[in-house]
């Protein structure tokens, strides 16, 4: 899947730092763990630190809100918590696997199997229709389903996210709200275990926005899957559980 910015180059020391995280024995493995992460990018004008020392670590099941000013850094962090972008430093877990461990590729087959990503430009692919990129993560190897099957499990999908009429549209003939939709169904629609979505809600009106938050705690619910989502909508942060605000590239706050 296309990235929101080019990845930048790994270190040296992101290599170096890549270690196994010590567990208790029995423990279940969080969703998600995040160490020293940090990222720093160097351009013409100097060295910018996006990310400075982010820890976290997000249980199975649990609902999250990444909040802050524009520019704190959310839509970076997210980035690699999926391992779509490299950190300079840290590391990070997803159900144990260490995601900097692995070759890009190797991040590519754990997401497809684990993670649904909404990206804040929903970077839909522009020679699919809305029900060619809703079917794209189930015929590449989520296993779940081959054909008509997918057919049809997307067509529903984008039926409840109100698309019905859209399905042979491509994403240059739907609007901003029509093509988010597009994108939160994509990323639903192969039932992953966690799912990130930077402002999904961004581009709807408050019904639609409403359906939507809807659906996505209906998957926190029907299975167990964990939400991390960036949000400005104060409706969906409310209903997460758990808030993380950043400042300036660190958590300020992280409870309730
Ligand atoms: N690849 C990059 N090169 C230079 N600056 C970047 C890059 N990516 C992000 N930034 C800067 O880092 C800061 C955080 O960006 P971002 O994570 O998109 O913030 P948010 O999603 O909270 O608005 C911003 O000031 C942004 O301009
Ligand atoms: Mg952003």
């Known amino acids: 899947m296309a990235n929101e910015r080019a990845p930048s180059a790994p270190t040296t ?13 029995h423990t279940p493995l969080p969703a998600l763990q995040a160490r ?8 013409a004008s100097g060295s910018l630190t996006i990310l400075d020392d982010i820890n976290l670590t997000v249980e199975r099941g649990e ?24 950190p300079s430093s840290g590391s990070v877990w997803l159900f144990g696997e260490e995601l900097f461990a692995l070759d890009e590729d190797g991040r590519a087959k754990l997401r497809a199997r684990n993670l649904g990503f909404v990206f804040q430009s929903f970077q839909l692919l522009p020679h699919l229709t809305a029900l060619e ?12 389903a081959a054909g008509n099957a997918a057919a049809q499990t997307a067509t529903e999908l984008l039926a409840r996210v109100g698309l019905r009429e859209r399905l042979g549209h491509y994403p240059t003939t739907l609007s901003g709200g029509e093509q988010q939709r597009v994108a939160l169904a994509r990323a639903f629609v192969a039932r992953p275990a966690i799912l990130m979505a930077d402002e999904p809600t961004g581009s709807l009106d408050a019904r639609t926005g409403e359906s939507i938050a809807d659906l996505l705690f209906d998957l926190n619910r029907e299975r167990g899957s964990t939400l991390i989502l960036v949000t ?7 209903r997460c559980a758990r808030k993380i605000s950043l400042h300036a590239g660190r958590i300020l706050a992280d409870g309730a």
């Open 36 to 43: 020293a992460l940090c990222k720093t990018v160097v351009d």
């Open 232 to 238: 400005h909508d104060a409706y969906l942060a409310a």
């Open 13 to 25: 020391e992101n290599l170096t730092t890549a270690t196994v995280m010590p567990l208790e024995p």
């Open 133 to 144: 990129n809703v079917m794209l993560p189930l015929e590449l190897g989520a296993g779940t």
């Open 63 to 86: 609902t999250v809100a990444i909040l802050g000013a524009s520019g704190s850094g959310k839509s970076t962090l997210l980035g690699l918590l999926a391992g779509l972008d490299v």
